[in-house]
Every structure is written in structure tokens, then in C-alpha cells.
Antibody, heavy 120, light 109 residues
Framework: QVQLVESGGGLVKPGGSLRLSCAASGFTFSDYYMIWIRQAPGKGLEWVSYISNRGSTIYYADSVKGRFTISRDNAKNSLYLQMNSLRDEDTAVYYC?????????????WGQGTLVTVSS | QAVVTQEPSLTVSPGGTVTLTCGSSTGTVTSGHYPYWFQQKPGQAPRTLIYDTSNKHSWTPAQFSASLLGGKAALTLSGAQPEDEAEYYCLLSYSGAWVFGGGTKLTVL
């Protein structure tokens, strides 16, 4: 079955960096857009970034543009999010999601999330 | 950036029917916004219930349906069950950018 497993979360100081990974299995990874979505503690969902199946189309929310970089390795069935210049407000659970169907950047299947805490 | 609005909270009686709505600050919600609906229970990841306005996934419980209603996207729960108590989020597309609504906390009581 489709499975998405995030890793790489943890505690980091403001201004620091962190790299999240998402290991995918159970589907043809290179056929789907992949997405990062986050949820601050007790808050709603916020779109962060998506990347097309071949990596040619990338989108970032304004709140992370210039600081976060999304990438993927189709040979390793893996999605990444490099997060630099982290701020307190980046504290959240970060979810990896697969595009709902081929060619869409809307989330269909979600991982369980990884917690990123930015605090001094 | 557009703002997507949802009722902050709603209550439904067991067995009852409730409609959650999803509006856009830019005007009428259409099928061109490709409305999505998600369910999130406490401590769990969200789950996709509805895609492209009204389409269900294989895992979508039968009591959920969705449509466009009065210029908004709408999610209707018919025959509410205790396990339907959750936070519900909608998602709209704006020319490739996606915006979540603030969520509706649904209580079954």
C-alpha cells in the first residue's frame, strides 16, 4: 500500500537549518507531484511547497520563499525539504503528501508528519 | 493571497445532517477551484475525503457528499456518527497556488 514516512525533524535554534526527508513506497514515485504541508501547534494546515513529478515545476508559499528548497530523487523514491534561516513561526508538524492523482499538486495520501521545533 | 473561509465550529446530533461550507474572498467558488475536503482527528494526520468538488476516494465514508452550493463549496454529512467528530479543512486552487481554509471543528453531540 502507499506509504510516506517523514524524518529529519527536531529542535533547532532560530537561524538554523534542517533537512526533512520523505521516503515513499507502494506506488510509482516518478508519476506523482509531491507536496509539503505544515501545521503549527493547535493551528490549521498551511501549504508549504510542491514539486512536479520530474522536478520541473516548483511552488513555494510566500512565507518560506527564499528560505526553503524542495527537491526529489526519483531513483531513491524520496522527497526532501531543505529549511534554512528558520524562525520561531516555522515550528510545526511537517507533512509529506503525494499528489492525489497523476498531474495534480493537491494532496491525496499523507504521511504521519515530523515535528520541527524552532526555539532558543 | 486569497482567503478561504469556513465555519469555525458546528454541532450535529447523532444521526443528523450538517453542511460545512468553504468560501473564497475572491468571489464565487467554482469547479475551477478544484475544491478538496480533508478530515483530521486529534493526533492524526489529515485524510483526503473529497477531490475536485464532489469525487470520493475509495476510503471516503458513505455518509459524506460534496457539491457547490450558494457560491461556496459544501461538504454534507448525512447520518452523523460519533466517529465523524473531527476537524474538517477545505482546500481551493488559485491558478496553481493552493489555499487551505481555517478549518471547521465538528462536534457530534
Amino acid at each position: 500500500q502507499v506509504q510516506l514516512v517523514e524524518s529529519g525533524g527536531g529542535l533547532v535554534k532560530p537561524g538554523g537549518s534542517l533537512r526533512l526527508s520523505c521516503a515513499a513506497s507502494g506506488f510509482t514515485f516518478s508519476d506523482y507531484y509531491m507536496i509539503w504541508i505544515r501545521q503549527a501547534p493547535g493551528k490549521g494546515l498551511e501549504w508549504v511547497s510542491y514539486i512536479s513529478n520530474r522536478g520541473s515545476t516548483i511552488y513555494y508559499a510566500d512565507s518560506v520563499k527564499g528560505r526553503f528548497t524542495i527537491s526529489r530523487d526519483n531513483a531513491k523514491n524520496s522527497l526532501y525539504l531543505q529549511m534554512n534561516s528558520l524562525r520561531d513561526e516555522d515550528t510545526a508538524v511537517y507533512y509529506c503528501a503525494r499528489g492525489d492523482y497523476g498531474g495534480t499538486s493537491a494532496p491525496g495520501v499523507w504521511g504521519q508528519g515530523t515535528l520541527v521545533t524552532v526555539s532558543s | 493571497q486569497a482567503v478561504v473561509t469556513q465555519e469555525p465550529s458546528l454541532t450535529v446530533s447523532p444521526g443528523g445532517t450538517v453542511t460545512l461550507t468553504c468560501g473564497s474572498s475572491t468571489g464565487t467558488v467554482t469547479s475551477g477551484h478544484y475544491p478538496y475536503w480533508f478530515q483530521q482527528k486529534p493526533g492524526q494526520a489529515p485524510r483526503t475525503l473529497i477531490y475536485d468538488t464532489s469525487n470520493k476516494h475509495s476510503w471516503t465514508p458513505a455518509q459524506f457528499s460534496a457539491s457547490l452550493l450558494g457560491g461556496k463549496a459544501a461538504l454534507t454529512l448525512s447520518g452523523a456518527q460519533p466517529e465523524d467528530e473531527a476537524e474538517y479543512y477545505c482546500l481551493l486552487s488559485y491558478s496553481g497556488a493552493w489555499v487551505f481554509g481555517g478549518g471547521t471543528k465538528l462536534t457530534v453531540l
